[in-house]
């Protein structure tokens, strides 16, 4: 089940550059080169708030166009996604202030029920894991796309998808070529980031309280041991940082700002890296 934290944040105003097709039978963002003049396909899994929301649009954006990418934002959720309301509903909800402030607090729960319902019920990941799956098996035999390293990115509800991504194929070309991460939830530890088969990549703030110290020293003691027995892996903590911060952070605050474009520059190196040794 996704955290609180995982349904707070901003949403971003910058104009996107891509465009919406129909790919694999799914609605998809696309951004970047048509795949025979692109250096690799990156599909980037989503927040609870999905593939429509700005933000990670924006985060497809930026990645084609620092790496010559094709990246594609599909709609995994089948139109069910966490209304963006809730963000203005967590916000009051989570207020510490007057007493007007706590009055108002049962209303703005019960106004937040029917959004943690309907997206719990269509996205739990036995839902959706076969969405996640035929996709990118799709994406894997298709031929304008068979031949480009492919690689993930997941976001919160996301990075767990991406995080299964990377434990299938061992021995073999898998679904992916790489993985990265941002502030994924909901993980059982360590199972998920043990069973990672490909290089896998993580971004996390030390103030997640979604994941918290102890979750985030088991992620780094795990991803040692993936390592020595070839697997590489990554782990990158971001001081002061929270839940969400690299994709629904406030643009205002300068420091925030800075940390994501950060987790950005650091998806970057890891995909330059491990695409340029990828197998077709």
Not at 135 to 164: D, T
Not at 226 to 240: A, D, F, K, M, P
Request: aromatic share 10%; glycine share 10%.
């Amino acid at each position: 089940m996704s955290c609180t934290a995982c349904f707070t944040g901003t949403v971003h105003q910058t104009e996107t550059k891509g465009k919406v097709s129909k790919l694999h039978n799914r609605d998809t963002y696309v951004s970047g080169p048509e795949f025979g003049a692109s250096k690799g396909v990156i599909v980037v899994i989503s927040d609870a708030f999905g593939w429509e929301l700005p933000n990670t649009r924006i985060w497809a954006d930026r990645l084609a166009e620092k790496g010559g990418w094709t990246v594609l934002v599909p709609d995994f959720m089948d139109g069910h996604p966490a209304p963006v309301s809730l963000m203005d509903t967590m916000l009051n909800l989570t207020k510490k202030g007057s007493l007007r402030d706590t009055l108002w607090k049962p209303y703005y729960a019960l106004r937040a029920i029917p959004g943690f319902a309907v997206f719990g019920l269509f996205n739990r990941f036995g839902a959706a894991w076969p969405r996640v799956h035929s996709y990118f098996a799709a994406l894997r035999s298709a031929p304008e796309s068979s031949c480009l390293p492919a690689g993930v990115v997941g976001f919160c509800w996301g990075g767990l998808h991406a995080v299964k991504l990377a434990a299938v194929g061992e021995g073999e070309r898998g679904l992916v070529d790489a993985a990265f991460t941002a502030h994924p939830q909901p993980l059982t530890l360590p199972g998920d980031v043990a069973d990672v088969v490909k290089p896998t990549a993580v971004a996390i703030g030390d103030r997640d309280w979604a994941i918290h110290l102890g979750g985030i020293e088991t992620i780094r003691k795990a991803f040692v041991e993936r390592s020595g027995q070839g697997v590489e892996c990554e782990l990158v903590l971001y001081e002061g940082a929270g839940h969400g911060f690299a994709v629904r952070y406030d643009p205002g605050n300068d420091k925030l700002a800075e940390q994501a474009e950060a987790a950005e520059n650091q998806a970057v190196a890891w995909f330059n890296r491990w695409f340029a040794t990828a197998q077709p």
